[in-house]
């Protein structure tokens, strides 16, 4: 419980000094805990969490497009930390391109690899 009252003051834009000072901890247990807790956390433990461009190579698209499409709300995703940074389920965007779904004019769907 401890550790996810940490990733949810991190998000929220607490620095680790100050979540230390709450939690009698030093600053750096506090970011050993933020690394190696948020994932696990964010994905319910499966550690499937992806960066934008992780996103962007499953439904073959660029980053940027990825970017685009959690901004407008196309894509479920969670920002994290102070910067905001973007994170995604692999399994919503298996999902997505499982289902074929039609995202900003573009169907997503499964492709075979070139090699």
């Not at 407008?72 to 074929?100: H, I, M, Q, W, Y």
Request: aromatic residues 4%; charged residues 30%; hydrophobic residues 35%.
């Amino acid at each position: 419980m401890r550790n996810a009252a940490i990733i949810l003051l991190h998000s929220l834009g607490f620095s680790p000094g100050e979540i230390g000072k709450l939690f009698h901890l030093a600053e750096k247990t506090v970011r050993e805990i933020y690394r190696g807790q948020g994932a696990r956390l964010m994905t319910g433990g499966t550690g499937s969490i992806l960066t934008c461009a992780e996103a962007a190579r499953v439904l073959r698209v660029h980053p940027n497009t990825v970017r685009r499409w959690a901004d407008a709300g196309k894509l479920p995703s969670v920002r994290l930390g102070t910067r905001g940074d973007r994170r995604f389920k692999r399994e919503e965007l298996e999902k997505v391109v499982r289902e074929g779904r039609e995202i900003g004019g573009r169907t997503i769907q499964a492709r075979a690899r070139k090699r």
